[in-house]
């Protein structure tokens, strides 16, 4: 439980929040300056401290370094108690527990900073121990290189202790890395500590009196706290784009162990997935292989492997990608288009997604991500995306593939997966995909079969969609038993229950759900959620007290919380006086443990009777 820190935006385990002292701090921070320890409890017995709304009061403690045996720790525990006033808590990854702090600080930092495998190992533990709601805090570890991949765990609160000695002891440090001050042979930062200041005298140890604007070691300790908290700035302002990602892969590669680390917890799948968003309106950078590994492209080939189902009966006609996105409005697919004339299912393929049926050409990440075109694949991409074909075809009857493929790269991967598969492949390309003769041998390879209708067409996608958001099956389980109307045009269809019967007298029957082009996903109404309710595919379900939320339900209002729910989700909102249908701003373990901050921001409610 937490008084005094909020959690506002989320992206993977970094979190963007607030530390509510009386001049409120923005997290992640630095907390130099407002932070007040009362002590450590093995040099004397120490009362319960004042305590002060203004600053974070450490409370008397014990710490235990790196190594120290858990009987240890247990023995010598401290029985924390429960204070008025922002507090934190002094424990380890072994003792971590709600001890009813605001913020909770890991005093074996200094032990697993610095070696990716126990870094990732203590982080996740000391994370999944503690409240949800509470912050995180790692003192004298953190430098401007290392903050993003401190914070990318999971980490609110930091402070410049360790920079502010590695300037007195003679190191400027930068984001990149740090260099011997007298080394510098001019100062690479206009901060207020270098500004205006020169390498001399000062520097080199000689008589700092001799020039009175010489950079000396205080001043580096300056520099390095400023360069600390402009990383920090940059790390917040990627946290509220959602682009956090993107930064950490560049920086990481400034030293090996922060490579290690966030390629550690690339293998902790579970822990960030939990903690990403599954939609974003923007722009994933797919700049390196270790893209590859993140947690979005990951869930998009799991599901479209495992949840969606192929509702055509037509050929499967395999198309690459296009810069511009979505891949329908690119000028090379409009000529796939008309050669192909609906005649078979489209699936574009590409690295670093892998296959994108003609469904979910607009669903998060498929129409946000940008990568690096070189014309050359990596052993690396071409095996991710034919094991995602491979999988695809091993869930999908088709009567044949045809790929209309380019040699570089995407020839060899069919050509894998087809000596794996039953489904015969034909390729039609000579030269490039948007030849005239590749064209015109992609058109006669499907004079014989039939159109599919525009019915046919928006159908599939409402039920792929469906598939992809909420499991498998779900769009027929979900639409099968109401005379579905799609009305409007794509990519904004409107789904309708068709049966005047069973509305208010509408000739066009109850709305359902509309598709959200920007996300590439379905928005249900009241009645859709019902249908959802009620059928046999498994709700997201949050659980509130007894009241009727206008415009989000915060946590301190929410019961119980369907643990697989995502940041983003689609979630059902039920109380004995509320029924209604929103967006999951917290994911479900979070929900149920949560006492401050949005849980849901509402679309739909209604108030229900009380019996």
């Not at 001890?99 to 890991?106: E, F, K, N, Q, S």
């Not at 006669?444 to 499991?471: C, I, M, P, W």
Request: proline share 5%; hydrophobic share 35%; aromatic share 8%.
């Amino acid at each position: 439980m937490t008084d005094y820190f909020e959690v506002h935006r989320r992206d993977g385990a970094a979190r963007l929040g607030e530390l509510r002292l009386s001049d409120p701090l923005r997290t992640p921070a630095l907390v130099d300056g407002s932070v007040d320890d009362a002590g450590s409890l093995w040099t004397d017995e120490r009362g319960v401290p004042k305590g002060y709304r203004e600053i974070l009061t450490v409370l008397p403690h014990r710490s235990f370094p790196a190594g120290t045996d858990e009987r240890v720790q247990e023995s010598f525990a401290v029985d924390y108690p429960d204070v008025d006033y922002p507090s934190a808590a002094v424990v380890t990854p072994e003792t971590a527990d709600d001890y009813g702090a605001d913020a909770y600080i890991l005093s074996n930092a200094s032990g697993f900073v610095g070696h990716a495998a126990a870094f990732r190992e203590e982080l996740t533990a000391a994370r999944e121990a503690l409240p949800a709601d509470t912050a995180i805090y790692l003192s004298g570890v953190a430098t401007p290189r290392n903050a993003v991949t401190l914070v990318y765990a999971g980490v609110d609160l930091l402070d410049a202790k360790r920079a502010r000695v590695r300037g007195l002891e003679g190191f400027y440090l930068t984001s990149e890395g740090e260099y011997f001050l007298e080394d510098l042979d001019e100062l690479p930062c206009s901060c207020p500590a270098c500004r205006g200041k020169h390498v001399g005298e000062g520097v080199r140890g000689d008589d700092p009196t001799s020039d009175p604007a010489a950079f000396d070691r205080e001043d580096c300790a300056d520099h390095n706290e400023y360069a600390l908290e402009s990383e920090l700035a940059t790390v917040r302002r990627r946290i509220r784009d959602g682009r956090l990602r993107d930064y950490i892969e560049g920086q990481a590669r400034h030293d090996q162990w922060l490579t290690a680390a966030f390629r550690e917890f690339d293998q902790q799948y579970g822990y960030l997935e939990e903690r990403t968003p599954v939609v974003r309106d923007t722009e994933l950078a797919a700049a390196t292989e270790d893209s590859l590994r993140r947690v979005e492209i990951q869930r998009f080939a799991e599901r479209v492997t495992t949840r969606y189902r192929n509702r055509f009966s037509n050929p499967l006609v395999l198309v690459p990608c296009s810069a511009t996105k979505p891949y329908s409005e690119s000028q090379s697919h409009a000529q796939f288009h008309d050669a192909i004339q609906y005649r078979g299912h489209v699936a574009s393929m590409t690295s670093p997604i892998g296959v994108v049926p003609m469904e979910l050409e607009l669903t998060y990440p498929a129409q946000h991500y940008d990568t690096v075109v070189t014309g050359r694949w990596s052993e690396d991409e071409k095996s991710f995306v034919a094991d995602v074909l491979g999988r695809y075809l091993d869930r999908n009857d088709y009567p044949r593939v045809i790929a209309h493929v380019p040699d570089e790269g995407y020839r060899e991967i069919c050509e894998r997966v087809a000596a794996d598969v039953d489904v015969p492949f034909e390729y039609t390309v000579e030269d490039h995909p948007t030849t005239t003769d590749s064209l015109a041998n992609l058109m006669s390879t499907l004079d014989e079969e039939l159109k599919y209708s525009r019915r046919e067409r928006q159908h599939n996608t409402v039920k792929a969609l469906a598939d992809y958001q909420f499991g498998p099956g779900a769009g027929d389980d979900l639409f099968t038993d109401v005379d579905l109307q799609v009305t409007s045009r794509y990519p904004k269809l409107q789904v309708r229950d068709g049966d005047t019967e069973a509305g208010d007298g509408n000739d066009d029957g109850q709305q359902l759900a509309t598709m959200v082009p920007q996300y590439g996903v379905l928005s249900l109404t009241l009645d859709g959620a019902r249908v959802w309710a009620e059928s046999d595919v498994p709700t997201k379900r949050v659980e509130i007290d007894e009241f009727v939320p206008h415009g989000s339900v915060l946590a301190p209002g929410v019961v119980d919380a369907d643990q697989e729910i995502r940041v983003g989700d689609e979630v059902v909102v039920e109380g004995p006086r509320a029924f209604g249908v929103g967006r999951a701003q917290m994911f479900g373990a979070e929900m149920a443990e949560s006492t401050r901050g949005e849980a849901v921001q509402m679309r739909h409610v209604e108030e229900v009777e009380e019996s």
